[in-house]
């Protein structure tokens, strides 16, 4: 061994904590967490629309389950380009009747950019709520933004949206929930 070299056991850990470091205590949000909160912020949520261009198979049947356990109807809408996104939106809202659009993915490209813009300027005038994967989306006027850091959900709320969508912040206190208001 060279005398400058680090042992392996010490530089893995020194990885591994720079890692903690880098990447902060955040931690993934699943599926069922989401809708819960949903449905704890909209009383009569009953159906949900999700829209991602990148959404695998195995989330969708996920996302599927996890509605039905929760008594919720849940449509997945997966446009393949900025074009098919008003004709899906309006299947949704018409067809489908849902009451709130989840964007699952914050790696999602078409929904956080074209997709986002055109489903800000129509879900407010028909009374729909987004919820969005990206803190920047939440503050460029989306419904919520539902993230989880050192194991306690913190969900950020528009204000004036949650009003339009009939939605409002829970009265009763719960430890593992903090809810921001906006």
């Known amino acids: 061994m060279k005398r400058n ?84 939106y309006k299947k949704l809202i018409r067809d489908k009747k849902v009451q709130i659009i989840l964007i699952p993915n914050a790696d999602d490209n078409l929904m956080s950019q074209i997709g986002y813009e055109y489903l800000k300027e129509n879900a407010i005038l028909d009374k729909i709520g987004i919820c969005v994967p990206d803190i920047d989306l939440f503050n460029q006027g989306a419904f919520c933004f539902i993230t989880k850091e050192d194991g306690k959900f913190m969900v950020y709320v528009n204000g004036k949206i949650s009003s339009f969508v009939g939605a409002a912040v829970p009265k009763e206190e719960n430890s593992s929930i903090t809810y921001v208001v906006r």
Do not use: C, W
């Open 5 to 88: 070299s680090v042992p392996a056991t010490i530089r893995n850990a020194i990885l591994f904590i720079t890692f903690l470091t880098v990447t902060g205590t955040a931690q993934t949000v699943t599926y069922g967490q989401q809708i819960s909160i949903l449905k704890s912020l909209k009383a009569d949520l009953h159906v949900i629309g999700v829209m991602a261009g990148n959404i695998s198979e195995s989330d969708i049947v996920s996302v599927s389950r996890t509605a039905k356990q929760q008594g919720l109807e849940v449509f997945v809408a997966r446009p393949k380009d900025g074009r098919e996104i008003p004709e899906l």
